[in-house]
């Protein structure tokens, strides 16, 4: 009897313990949102007083239009899995209206963190004021949001778009030697107004611009889709055929539409018309290495480890960076043969 009372006497004192130690990182969170949250302490986990505090991430998924968009949401949800904390998925279907209805849900659920894949930049101060109100910490990932009040998001995790649009520019004039002849370039962009399409263009054009040979004979949005990318490019064939030189994808599933595209209109890709793209998919490492693609820029879609320790570490109570940037790199037909086997996407 009396063992029992001290048993109970101790786990009454670690329960206590533990409520003490969590509220740095509850008045954090609160002092990063700058607005007080109800009850900054979470109820523990049932059973033992030692395990840690269980942490609810609402994230709100873009949608599902590629491989790689595929692959983000698997590596969200693997690493949430892993790392013990418990996801809310939402996907908004490339509705913007969507996301916002997912995020005041999460709000309602009253989530730890929520953690966002903006379809579009603009837009977003409001939705971003009331999570603030209700103190709660957001992360961006993948896709920025355009806004003056930077306080309205903890961080931002994803690639550096521009960058990949410059190393596709690059590529583009090593690739096709000087002529007095305009050499024709045509782009496929994602979905208008994303943070990737927009940095993705700018970077090519501000490195291609300096060779007036090569000269951009259409662009337009293909929503990241190979059905759209195959239509497009189809358009495109129709008006300017062999006056095109080069293809500039935005991402792998619309250059595998264009391909198609291509070898239905009777061109051979890779060779009548060299073809770039970014993402860094199986199947686009796979077309790398049979010629008919020239060059794909790498974009990773694992953004899940990075995003969980994130969270976890706002849990904490620690600062984080603004921005937190995916190293990449660019693979060709040689190199694709070493990443080919082991591409989980
Ligand atoms: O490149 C494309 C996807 O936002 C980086 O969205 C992402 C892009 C990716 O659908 O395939």
């Not at 009372?5 to 004192?13: P, R």
């Not at 501000?206 to 239509?231: C, H, N």
């Not at 264009?258 to 890709?269: F, N, Q, T, V």
Request: aromatic content about 6%; some cysteine; overall charge negative.
């Amino acid at each position: 009897m009396k063992n029992r009372f001290n048993l109970v006497t101790v786990l009454f004192l670690c329960l206590i313990g533990v409520l003490t130690a969590c509220e740095p990182a509850a008045q954090q969170m609160v002092s990063q949102a700058n607005e007080p949250k109800e009850a900054g302490l979470q109820p523990l986990a049932e059973g033992s007083p030692n395990e840690p505090m269980p942490i609810v991430l609402g994230f709100s998924q873009l949608g599902t239009e590629s491989t790689w968009r595929l692959a983000n949401t698997r590596s969200i949800q693997d690493a949430a899995n892993e790392a013990g904390i418990t996801l809310l998925y939402e996907n908004a279907e490339q509705s913007q209206e969507k996301q916002f209805e997912a995020i005041r849900s999460f709000i309602k659920q009253k989530v730890d963190v929520i953690a966002i894949a903006p379809v579009i930049e603009q837009g977003w101060e409001s939705i971003l004021l009331e999570v603030k109100q209700a103190g709660i910490p957001v992360i961006i990932v993948d896709r920025m949001v355009e806004m003056s009040d930077s306080s309205l998001y903890v961080t931002f995790i994803g690639s550096d778009f521009y960058e990949e649009g410059r190393k596709a520019g690059k590529y583009v004039k090593d690739k096709l030697t000087e002529s007095s002849k305009p050499l024709g370039i045509v782009e496929l962009k994602g979905t208008e107004g994303s943070t990737p399409s927009i940095g993705r263009g700018n970077g090519f054009r501000e490195v291609i611009q300096a060779r007036k040979d090569l000269v951009m004979l259409e662009s337009a949005y293909a929503d990241f889709t190979p059905r759209q990318g195959k239509e497009v490019m189809k358009k495109y064939l129709q008006a300017h055929g062999g006056d095109i030189r080069l293809v500039f994808s935005h991402n792998d599933d619309m250059a595998i539409g264009a391909i198609d595209a291509i070898e239905e209109y009777g061109l051979e890709p890779g060779k009548d018309i060299i073809m770039v793209s970014v993402d860094g998919t199986r199947q686009a490492l796979e077309k790398l290495i049979e010629g008919k693609l020239n060059l794909v820029v790498e974009c990773s879609p694992l953004l899940g480890p990075n995003l969980m320790q994130a969270v976890k570490e706002i849990m904490e109570g620690r600062s984080l960076p603004k921005r937190i940037v995916t190293p990449e790199t660019v693979f060709t037909e040689v190199t694709a043969v070493d990443e080919v086997e082991n591409r989980p996407y």
